[in-house]
């Protein structure tokens, strides 16, 4: 089978879809009060940081995967089974997505329709584009991208356009402030969106041109964290602190006070346009990363073929895993807290290290 | 093979789509369309009772079908404990679902103000369907459900025709202004208290519910918006008119355009001068403990109507106008926040601008913020412009001193 | 020709014309003429089909023939069969394509193809002549891609006139042609046209692959062809484009796609195609670049409106009536008041209602047509709107989609946008926004899969390309357009301006 290759285009795009997916759309940094985004603008040098430790790991190991290089660097009986964690995390993070997306579908507008139906929908999508492939996954991505930016743009614009946008709602900073965006910045903004990126790692080994994936990657962490750090100034500004940590989706509360002329409003569906854009690609992304550890580790030829099993796994332990949304978040807290940081940064940090040293004293064979 | 998956594929969409109901689904005429509600206490109990107004389609003036002769509103109501007991509970009343999502309009009773608003808007938060930003009123002097049955001439839908006037009043006149829920909700969890402006019908209620009303040219009822009513711990206290509610809105930096007659030596209020551009910059500070707080009007208008003589093209002239409206407008600001400190309710939010721009020592004062409030001290500044007389310099009126 | 079976010619002239009857079964249209020599009295036939030449080439080639030896005479060997035969083949015959014809498969595809073919009794080979020619129709203004500036001229049935007409726009030796015959019943001619250096090698090997590896009965028109070479044949986009217009295949030729010409139908095929072809007109080029550049964008609308607008509409009907502005929506319900059927079947009525409409006139001669659509479209849209059987906001967005669906300038495109409507229409009325949101994302991945002979079909948007933007969505002036389409053609990327 020929080897998909992607470009630098799409892996931007990629990125940044990924990135953005559900963290535009929940909020994300509670602790940090008004400072919410000035913590995206802390984490986001972390991020690059992080990015980088992944881009070196897969540029020293050309063709290799996470589980694939993480087998090379500690030996096959440490790492099989340390990659074979990343499977389940993946998937878990993937149903999570979904969960979310599904919940706020039935919040904001399909209160009487079953969650199973609205996320066998989305995951029937997910299983199409998973089975045609990365190639037409990644051409996807680059043409969603115009249509968020589209999106992004006119729903800012009808926000400032709006008059809503209040900054006494940020400024202004006080000692206090700093101290919180830089707890909420590290780890949980650190990890959630951008230690997330660690199933890029299964797809930089498709790029077609594989030096330009530090900088392609960089520029879009870097883009998308200026993006995130916006739409949130934006959310935070509007809703003021209190409402904006109380509903379940601030941007969604934003637009709907949108009125412009008496006939511009609710533009609700664009907001829900946004998220399950963000999801879907996030989902895939952790589909396809989830799919590809499995192919490696389990030497599974067609990878194709595990487009169905695994997003059959995630559509049901997204309803599975938790009862309620309250649940959901709350797990999603321990997830962040104990889980996510092991796999997305600590691991790879260790792999780095661990690289680094055997190089260093020629322990390579 | 490819093809046969794909020929699965769409079976099987389509046979889920045939199999299951459409959950969501709901037609334009089983729905029932609100466009306002008002919210009364029920007599006797601790129930609310609540009214919708809702939308006779077959009777708006867009429509091309024969006229039904009906009213294009009609009213129902439901008491219960909760608001959204009473949203299904009018179901028994109701032939068709009623649809939340164009509620333009809230309407509170003076009793259920008067008793505290701050729990019953938790459901237009939670719930996808009613907007948070439809416009709040309070039923001076009246429930609110009396207010929900007045037909109004020239607005075919009185609640959206209600808001009209609302919006109007506050963008022209200035001592009234749109309050939307997101606001209240806004106003009631930070330190500040509120005000929503007031509707009173003015005339005949019984004969306002009537279409014949309509069909004359002065109408025997029509409601009017009204003062502006100012709340403390989330109960309505007391009214505010005239000057003393143009100042909140002054201080509060919600003037959009206004106008303001001012005295001139001669006379009293003899010059109208239409206020365009007001901007308020407040700031709070503790001085020994008590507050201090910096009001900075900044206004700019123009001169639409003298009644004596004025030679207007002479600078020197324009700047003793200028000294004066500035003058009156300080007054009627430091008359309205001393209103609300003799409430001791903080409606300015001066609460909240302390707590944001030095929260260690809003910290230490915000348990007795109220009383503080009310000792707080005023510095006002006004910088007033005006820019120009309209269509001529002088007017047309000869100076009596010159001519004799 | 490998594996060719069949016998050799015989040597005796009678046979040879026995069996011709013969395997043509008497056809009345068989024309044989058989003549002596004058001088040397060798039997000699001429033979051709009726209909197929232009009369006066035949005649003037037979008497060619019947006279040629009287020309010079000073033929060495003018008396011996074999002698008259290489005179005939070397000297004597004037129309410019003669070829030598030794078996009888080659003899009918010569025959059946126009040619005159000339047997000599006593020889075992024969001579066809390309006297090919007789009716056929005059080059006529294109009928289906209207420009209002540019050529008037398009493609006929002829496959010779198209290609001439094609050599006439690019005067360059590198134009390039290559003929095969496809069908195996049929024998219809097919031609390739690239521009040599232009066109990508690897293209051209691939499209010439699948042109060999047909295997059909019959071509009868470059839909055949279409349909077979095709990679992907279970999608509803067509994959290639037709044009009639000589001056839209000069274009695509000069940018490195490569035109199939087939005998028998004005139509050309074009490959590779991307989906941006299908919105792009040749006038896009004649006009300035401003209003070529808006006119595509308001193609692009109005491939979104006829996709999307009764499953739009319907969605916000039945599920988020909350986006409608207030005033707006009282007006459609007091519309829908009367209305006794569900908005998704009020819908469906009228888009099938139109789709019959259209229909029936386009195969109604044309002064029927327009009564056809204007007693289907004006009198039953007003009597059932009149008769509040549908809201007339329905007759409005029903049509809008009619006429947004002819604004795409290729009719494949406009028909599978047809098909997915119906879809998109049917996932609206169950799903709402969100299942149009999805199946959008499911029918993006399907346009990103698809590719025409090995060229990804949405390029230059995904894979993103961005030195080839300058003609996608948008109509650059000429300075900007210096490359070609950098996955089609070779590595030379200068164009146009130099």
């Given at each position: 089978m020929r080897k998909e290759v992607i470009g630098t285009n799409q892996l931007f795009a990629m990125i940044i879809l990924f990135e953005l997916g559900t963290a535009i759309v929940v909020p994300i940094g509670l602790e940090s009060g008004h400072a919410v985004w000035l913590s995206i603008l802390l984490a986001l040098p972390g991020g690059v940081l992080l990015y980088l430790v992944y881009h070196d790991l897969s540029r020293q190991y050309p063709g290799l995967i996470i589980s694939g290089y993480t087998r090379k660097i500690l030996g096959r009986t440490i790492g099989w089974p340390l990659s074979l964690l990343y499977i389940p995390v993946f998937m878990f993070n993937g149903s999570r997505n979904l969960r979310e997306a599904g919940d706020l579908l039935i919040a904001a507008s399909?209160?009487?329709?079953p969650v199973f139906i609205i996320n066998a929908i989305m995951v029937i999508a997910v299983m199409y584009i998973l089975n045609k492939g990365l190639e037409v996954f990644a051409r996807t991505a680059e043409i969603y991208l115009a249509v968020i930016f589209v999106l992004g743009f006119i729903c800012s614009f009808v926000v400032i356009a709006a008059g809503l946008v209040d900054f006494k709602n940020l400024f202004p900073l006080h000692a206090a402030d700093w101290r919180q965006a830089f707890r909420s910045a590290y780890p949980n903004i650190w990890i959630f969106p951008f230690g997330e990126l660690v199933c890029i790692t299964t797809v930089?080994?498709?790029?077609?041109?594989?030096?330009?994936s530090g900088k392609t990657g960089v520029g879009a962490i870097v883009l998308s964290g200026i993006l995130l750090c916006v739409t949130h100034a934006i959310e935070m500004s509007v809703l003021g602190e209190d409402v904006y940590h109380r509903a379940t989706f601030p941007m969604y509360t934003t637009i709907t006070l949108v009125n412009l002329a008496n006939f511009i409003q609710r533009l609700d569906a664009l907001v829900i346009l946004t998220l399950i854009i963000g999801v879907f690609f996030k989902m895939t992304l952790y589909c396809y990363a989830a799919i590809a550890v499995t192919a490696d580790l389990f030497k599974v030829q067609d990878t194709r073929k595990l487009a169905v099993p695994v997003g059959v796994v995630v559509l049901f332990s997204s309803f599975i895993s938790a009862e309620n949304y309250p649940r959901h978040m709350e797990e999603g807290g321990v997830f962040l807290r104990y889980i996510l940081p092991v796999l997305c940064a600590v691991i790879p940090i260790l792999l780095f290290i661990v690289h680094r040293i055997r190089k260093r004293f020629g322990l390579l064979r | 093979m490819k093809g046969k998956r794909l020929l699965l594929t769409v079976f099987c969409m389509l046979a889920v789509m045939l199999l299951t109901s459409c959950w969501n689904s709901r037609e334009l005429n089983e729905m029932a369309i609100v466009t306002g509600m008002g919210i009364d206490k029920a007599p006797d109990k601790d129930e609310y009772r609540v009214t919708f107004q809702i939308v006779n389609p077959s009777s708006t003036a867009t429509s091309m079908g024969a006229s039904t002769g009906q009213p294009t509103i009609t009213v129902y109501s439901a008491t219960d404990r909760t608001l959204f007991g009473a949203l299904r509970k009018t179901s028994k009343k109701a032939a068709r679902q009623l649809f939340f999502a164009h509620t333009q309009l809230v309407v509170i009773g003076e009793d259920m103000a008067r008793s505290g608003i701050d729990d019953i808007f938790d459901v237009f938060e939670r719930s996808h369907e009613l907007r948070l930003n439809a416009t709040v009123l309070v039923s001076r002097g009246d429930d609110a459900n009396s207010i929900m049955k007045i037909l109004l001439p020239i607005e075919s839908l009185p609640a959206m025709g209600l808001v009209k006037k609302v919006r109007n009043t506050a963008a022209i006149w200035g001592e009234n202004r749109d309050i939307t829920i997101f606001e209240l909700i806004n106003g009631i969890t930070g330190e500040g208290e509120v005000v929503i402006s007031g509707i009173r019908v003015i005339g005949d209620k019984e004969e306002g519910k009537?279409?014949?009303?309509?069909?004359?040219?002065?109408?025997k009822a029509i409601p009017a918006i009204s003062g502006l009513g100012v709340f403390k711990k989330g109960k309505l206290v007391t009214w505010l008119e005239g000057s003393e509610a143009k100042g909140v809105l002054w201080v509060q930096n919600k003037i959009d355009q206004t106008t303001v007659n001012i005295d001139t030596e001669g006379s009293e209020a003899s010059v109208a001068v239409d206020i365009n551009y007001s901007k308020t910059a407040i700031n709070v500070e503790l001085r020994e403990g008590v507050p201090v707080f910096h009001v900075h009007i900044q206004e700019e208008g123009k001169i639409s109507e003298t009644r004596g003589f004025m030679d207007l093209s002479n600078g020197d002239e324009i700047a003793k106008l200028e000294e004066q409206l500035a003058k009156q407008t300080k007054e009627a600001a430091i008359r309205s926040i001393q209103a609300a400190q003799r409430l001791e309710s903080d409606i300015f939010d001066f609460g909240n601008e302390l707590k944001r721009l030095r929260p260690k020592e809003w910290e230490a004062v915000k348990e007795d913020w109220s009383s503080l409030f009310a000792q707080g001290k005023l510095d006002v500044r006004v910088e007033a412009h005006i820019r120009g007389t309209g269509m001529r310099l002088k007017p047309y009126l000869q100076n009596k001193d010159e001519s004799n | 020709m490998p594996g060719n079976q069949d016998p050799l010619l015989s040597a005796k002239l009678a046979d040879n014309l026995q069996e011709i009857r013969d395997r043509l079964g008497n056809s009345p249209d068989l024309i044989i003429r058989k003549f002596e020599l004058v001088t040397s009295l060798i039997e000699v036939a001429a033979i051709y089909i009726n209909g197929l030449n232009d009369k006066d080439i035949v005649d003037e080639f037979i008497t060619h023939i019947m006279a040629f030896d009287t020309l010079g005479g000073d033929g060495p060997q003018l008396n011996s069969v074999n002698g008259i035969y290489q005179f005939m083949k070397g000297k004597a015959l004037s129309t410019g394509e003669e070829k030598v014809i030794r078996d009888w498969k080659e003899l009918f595809a010569a025959l059946l193809s126009g040619n005159t073919i000339v047997l000599v009794d006593g020889l075992a080979e024969a001579i066809g002549g390309n006297t090919s020619g007789g009716e056929v129709r005059a080059?006529?203004?294109?009928?289906?891609?209207?420009?209002?500036?540019?050529?008037k001229e398009s493609f006929t049935e002829s496959i010779g006139t198209n290609l001439s007409l094609v050599r006439r726009r690019i005067k360059n030796a590198n134009l390039w042609i290559e003929t095969m015959k496809i069908g195996v019943v049929t024998q219809t001619d097919v031609a390739i046209m690239y521009m040599n250096g232009i066109a990508k090698e690897s293209v051209i090997q691939k499209l010439k692959q699948k042109l060999q590896g047909i295997h059909i009965d019959a071509i009868l028109e470059s839909g055949y062809i279409e349909q077979l070479i095709e990679e992907n044949k279970y999608s509803p986009f067509p994959t290639l484009y037709n044009t009639e217009r000589p001056d839209s295949v000069a274009g695509n030729l000069m940018e490195g796609r490569i035109a199939i010409f087939v005998d028998g139908t004005p139509f050309v095929l074009i490959a590779p195609t991307t989906f941006f072809m299908f919105f792009h007109a040749v006038e896009d080029y004649y006009q300035r670049y401003d209003i070529s550049t808006l006119i595509r964008l308001l193609r692009f609308m109005c491939l979104i409106i006829s996709l999307f607008g009764p499953g739009l509409f319907v969605a916000a009907l039945n599920f988020h009536q909350e986006m409608i502005p207030t005033p707006l929506l009282i007006n459609l319900a007091s519309q829908r008041e009367?209305?006794?059927?569900?908005t998704f079947i009020e819908a469906l009525l009228l888009e099938v209602t139109f789709e019959i409409i259209r229909e029936a006139g386009i195969r109604m001669p044309s002064p029927i047509g327009q009564t056809v659509s204007i007693i289907g479209g004006l009198v039953l849209g007003q009597a059932a709107v009149q008769a509040g059987i549908v809201s007339p906001a329905m007759v409005i967005v029903v049509s809008l989609t009619g006429i947004s669906s002819f604004a795409t300038p290729a009719f494949n495109m406009a028909l599978s946008v047809r098909i997915l409507r119906f879809i998109i229409m049917f996932i609206a009325a169950f799903m709402g926004l969100y299942g149009m949101c999805v199946f959008s994302f499911i029918l993006i991945a399907h346009l990103c899969s698809l590719s025409s002979l090995g060229i990804p079909y949405m390029s230059p948007m995904g894979p993103f390309i961005p030195q080839n933007q300058?003609?996608?969505v948008f109509r650059l002036p000429f300075q900007f357009m210096k490359n070609r389409p950098r996955l089609i053609s070779q590595k030379k990327h200068n164009k146009r301006i130099r």
């Open positions: 399909y209160d009487r329709t930089l080994p498709h790029l077609k041109e594989s030096r330009l | 009537k279409k014949a009303n309509l069909e004359q040219t002065e109408v | 080059v006529t203004e294109a009928s289906t891609q209207v420009a209002i500036r540019g050529s009367g209305v006794p059927f569900p300058q003609d996608a």
